[in-house]
T-cell receptor, first 112, second 110 residues
Framework: DGGITQSPKYLFRKEGQNVTLSCEQN?????MYWYRQDPGQGLRLIYY???????QKGDIAEGYSVSREKKESFPLTVTSAQKNPTAFYLC???????????FGDGTRLSIL | ELKVEQNPLFLSMQEGKNYTIYCNYS?????LYWYRQDPGKSLESLFV?????AVKQEGRLMASLDTKARLSTLHITAAVHDLSATYFC??????????FGKGTLLTVNP
């Protein structure tokens, strides 16, 4: 079955630690996205990538980094510079940049 | 900057009743999405509205788009408990990035 796989489902970060959230898709989509969701809030865009080896900052990119070395993979690193990382992180992909987005099941990140 | 406002943010309904969720947005767009999210889960696409006057229906849910008024509505007919969830609208901005509303938490009570 085609879809988007995010791992892990739950992740804990220690102070000063970088952590990486995985996002893999087998839909052959060109575009991929990372969103952050806080309780009672909508989704906010962290980074997006329209094509392999290219990515752009979204609205809240500070403290995060990404890479897009393969079409199917778009990992997100939450760095120690992100002082309030506790949130639900959702990865999405779309056929092209202006097409409907499909979402993964999310990763819930908490601070130890 | 595109702003998207949903109201109400919280909605408690009785089964069998009808209600409407509103989504207003601040700048021109002709592409709007409605998503459903169950607690702790991902977003499920409900409707894609691509032009002024677009109306789509699926079961007890019907969505419409008025691009001149910058308004979309999600109408719930004869609500059932299974519709309890958070509903988001998301608007495609001029740069094709989606801006989401804060969501409407719908609770349908017996």
């Amino acid at each position: 079955d085609g879809g988007i796989t995010q791992s892990p489902k739950y992740l804990f970060r220690k102070e000063g630690q970088n952590v990486t959230l995985s996002c893999e898709q087998n839909l052959n989509h060109d575009a991929m996205y990372w969103y952050r969701q806080d309780p009672g809030q909508g989704l906010r865009l962290i980074y997006y990538s329209q094509i392999v080896n290219d990515f752009q900052k979204g609205d809240i990119a500070e403290g995060y980094s990404v890479s897009r070395e393969k079409k199917e993979s778009f990992p997100l690193t939450v760095t120690s510079a992100q002082k309030n990382p506790t949130a639900f992180y959702l990865c999405a992909s779309s056929w092209q940049f202006n097409q409907p987005q499909h979402f993964g099941d999310g990763t819930r990140l908490s601070i130890l | 900057e595109l702003k998207v406002e949903q109201n109400p943010l919280f909605l408690s309904m009785q089964e069998g009743k009808n209600y409407t969720i509103y989504c207003n947005y601040s700048t021109t767009s002709d592409r709007l999405y409605w998503y459903r999210q169950d607690p702790g889960k991902s977003l499920e696409s409900l409707f894609v509205l691509l032009s002024n006057g677009a109306v789509k229906q699926e079961g007890r849910l019907m969505a419409s788009l008025d691009t001149k008024a910058r308004l979309s509505t999600l109408h719930i007919t004869a609500a059932v408990h299974d519709l309890s969830a958070t509903y988001f609208c998301a608007v495609d901005g001029s740069n094709y990035k989606l801006t989401f509303g804060k969501g409407t938490l719908l609770t349908v009570n017996p």
